[in-house]
């Protein structure tokens, strides 16, 4: 079973930047995985950010940003705000039309 | 503008089986699939299945073959989605999500439901 690993936590300073990664248990992940990033505010329904590696949904800020780094995908948020504070979660496409969610980060802005 | 308007509450007994609704607008409902995430509480995003909103066909997770059931009525532009032999770990808040073949992505969100399984 492959298991999409994200880092459980990071803390930025306002104004700062952070990188989120998406990683597999084996193998890397590369644009073939159609990676995406959803925000999702506790209580609330996910938002998709980022598809197919780098684009940004309708309305999403530039301050967030998608990229294949190494062996990973990867989410930077640049200028962290204070409403940036909450979930993101990656899901990559592993073929066959199954889909796997990573397990999830939350960032928190102090 | 595309919206996903999804059924209300559920409190079910366990063994029982329960059946979701996720209705779509503002888009061509035929031409994009539909697909059925769960989250419990306290816990990450999990993946369950899709549904091709026009020919019918689909695609389950694992997990839950043998369980789940999708099912799309293009004259309603209305997906559903069945899980029976429910037990306690069920209990999650279920969401809808349209999915986008150009990008491989799920785009949109419907608001979730919360089914509670509970004795």
């Known amino acids: 079973q492959t298991v999409v690993t994200q880092e459980p936590s990071f803390s930025v300073s306002p104004g700062g930047t952070v990188t989120l990664t998406c990683g597999l248990s084996s193998g890397s992940v590369s644009a073939t995985y159609y990676p995406s990033w959803n925000q999702q505010i506790p209580g609330q329904a996910p938002r998709t950010l980022i598809y197919?590696?780098?684009s940004r949904s309708s309305g999403v800020p530039d301050r967030f940003s998608g990229s294949i780094l190494g062996n990973k995908a990867a989410l930077t948020i640049t200028g962290a705000q204070a409403d940036d504070e909450c979930d993101y979660y990656c899901v990559l496409y592993m073929g066959s039309g199954i889909y796997v969610f990573g397990t999830g980060t939350r960032v928190t802005v102090l | 503008q595309v919206q996903l308007v999804q059924s209300g509450a559920e409190v079910k007994k366990p063994g029982a089986s329960v059946k979701l609704s996720c209705r779509a607008s503002g888009y061509t409902f035929t031409t994009y699939s539909v697909h059925w995430v769960r989250q419990a509480p306290g816990q990450g995003l999990e993946w369950m299945g899709w549904?091709?909103?026009?020919?019918?066909?689909?695609k389950y997770s694992q997990k839950f073959q043998g369980r789940v059931t999708i099912i799309s009525d293009t004259s309603a532009t209305t997906a559903y989605m069945e899980l029976s032999s429910l037990r306690s770990e069920d209990t999650a808040v279920y969401y809808c999500?349209?999915?986008?073949?150009?990008?491989?992505?799920?785009?949109?969100w419907g608001q979730g439901t919360l089914v509670t399984v509970s004795s």
């Open positions: 197919s590696t780098n």
């Open positions: 999500a349209r999915g986008n073949y150009d990008i491989l992505t799920l785009d949109y």
């Open positions: 549904i091709n909103a026009g020919h019918g066909n689909t």
